[in-house]
């Protein structure tokens, strides 16, 4: 079994097979409250991965080893991704696992004296976002001054892992925005938002 990662330009290979991996997959549930029934939760759409590797970089030429690359040069191969929001084409030779991904988090230490390092990947599945286009059609009526259109607000539950840059991402395709998101929603620390909250997702142009 071979963990792999590729990117535009090449492919990584996990110098050693981690001896495990976790997987979290799950669903949106929506509680509502209804008069004379109480709450109820409906179901809502699927959740994307998340994905957890425990895995070591070896120093030594280890025989059972796939690759000798260089451990510090593997971490900064995560680093760069995460850095540049690189999304990951992420396989498991043998298993149903063939996704984009991308990397959300690496922690890594050296322990025992070999210059082997020990690091937890944390990975999150991407999903593209798909903007519909809206076409206008103009008004036959041209005694009448043009109205400006109403303004759409949408709404959004926060969930357990989300964050801001996360969700301008998928809303906007732009993770940049969240400061401009945080201030449209009068949050004061951008970096600090709770579960259950609701958020307003205005027009982009609206930040």
């Known amino acids: 079994m071979k963990f792999i990662f590729k990117d535009k330009n090449r492919e990584l290979v996990l110098p050693i097979t981690p001896p495990s991996f976790t997987v979290g997959k799950g669903m949106r549930i929506e509680t509502i409250n209804i008069h004379t029934v109480g709450d109820v939760n409906l179901a809502g759409n699927e959740t994307l991965g998340v994905i957890s590797i425990d895995c ?35 396989v498991i030779s043998d298993t149903p696992i063939n996704i984009p991904v991308l990397v959300e988090n690496i922690d890594y230490s050296e322990r025992d004296g070999t210059r082997d390092i ?22 036959q009526n041209k005694s009448r001054p043009a109205s400006n259109p109403p303004v759409t607000v949408k709404t959004y539950k926060i969930v357990s892992g989300d964050t801001l840059s996360a969700i301008c991402r998928k809303f906007y395709g732009n993770a940049s925005l969240y400061s401009k998101l945080a201030k449209y929603n009068n949050i004061k620390n951008p970096h600090l938002i709770y579960t259950g909250n609701t958020l307003k997702i205005p027009d982009i142009g609206q930040l």
Not at 63 to 84: G, H, M, N, Q, T
Not at 118 to 139: C, D, F, G, Q, S
């Open 56 to 90: 070591l970089f070896p120093k030594s030429s280890y025989p059972f080893a796939y690759s000798s690359d260089e451990p510090y040069e593997l971490v900064d191969r995560f680093v760069k991704w995460i850095k540049d929001k690189e999304i990951v084409r992420f």
């Open 118 to 139: 020990y690091a937890t990947l944390a990975l999150r599945e991407y999903r593209e976002l798909n903007v519909v286009k809206v076409e206008t059609i103009p008004t």
